[in-house]
T-cell receptor
Framework: KQEVTQIPAALSVPEGENLVLNCSFTDSAIYNLQWFRQDPGKGLTSLLL?????REQTSGRLNASLDKSSGRSTLYIAASQPGDSATYLC???????????FGQGTTLQVKP | GAGVSQSPRYKVAKRGQDVALRCDPISGHVSLFWYQQALGQGPEFLTYFQNEAQLDKSGLPSDRFFAERPEGSVSTLKIQRTQQEDSAVYLC????????????FGAGTRLSVL
């Protein structure tokens, strides 16, 4: 059974710092991996999607990497801003079922 | 519509009541998913539709949970005889095709069972 773990559970940093969020999964047979952002009381917003054949994806100040063989992904946020404060979730999709299996999330606070 | 719409946004139910949660996916999206998110946890898969066909309901926690999508667009998640442990946010997501596309999420329905 696929399990997804995110470390740390919470993170507080001063504005301007670069930071890394970690995600690990137990079954390397994934279809893709997605990073989401969730603001309090809101739904999930997709940030980056990495197909199983890819190593990384970049969008603005965000960079996500995928090492399928070791079951790990990282989300790198450059020059963090207070507006980046949110919960970040990673999710893997296995096979063709379509369902996503989520980690518990990392709650990020960026202090001005 | 512009995005996935869920209603109601908030629902308070007395234990034992039946509730119905609605999801209106993005127009033209074939696939629709329901997830349950407990406080402080990541979402957990409940069920999946491709058009009107329910292809996976392995995540439904009990036979009190029932989902339908009769015309392949709007979906309803029904919970019968609600219990306190059903309190959670119920998220709906849609995507254009079954396996590969990004899932777009609604804002969710927060259910509180007293």
């Amino acid at each position: 059974k696929q399990e997804v773990t995110q470390i740390p559970a919470a993170l507080s940093v001063p504005e301007g710092e670069n930071l890394v969020l970690n995600c690990s999964f137990t079954d390397s047979a994934i279809y893709n991996l997605q990073w989401f952002r969730q603001d309090p009381g809101k739904g999930l917003t997709s940030l980056l999607l990495i197909q199983s054949s890819q190593r990384e994806q970049t969008s603005g100040r965000l960079n996500a990497s995928l090492d399928k063989s070791s079951g790990r992904s990282t989300l790198y946020i450059a020059a963090s801003q207070p507006g980046d404060s949110a919960t970040y979730l990673c999710a893997v999709k296995g096979g063709n079922t379509g369902k996503l299996i989520f980690g518990q999330g990392t709650t990020l606070q960026v202090k001005p | 519509g512009a995005g996935v719409s869920q209603s109601p946004r908030y629902k308070v139910a007395k234990r034992g009541q039946d509730v119905a949660l609605r999801c209106d996916p993005i127009s033209g999206h074939v696939s629709l998913f329901w997830y349950q998110q407990a406080l402080g946890q990541g979402p957990e898969f409940l069920t999946y539709f491709q058009n009107e066909a329910q292809l996976d309901k392995s995540g439904l926690p009990s036979d009190r949970f029932f989902a339908e999508r009769p015309e392949g667009s709007v979906s309803t998640l029904k919970i019968q005889r609600t219990q306190q442990e059903d309190s959670a946010v119920y998220l709906c997501a849609s995507s254009q095709v079954g396996g590969g596309d990004i899932q777009y999420f609604g804002a969710g329905t927060r259910l509180s069972v007293l």
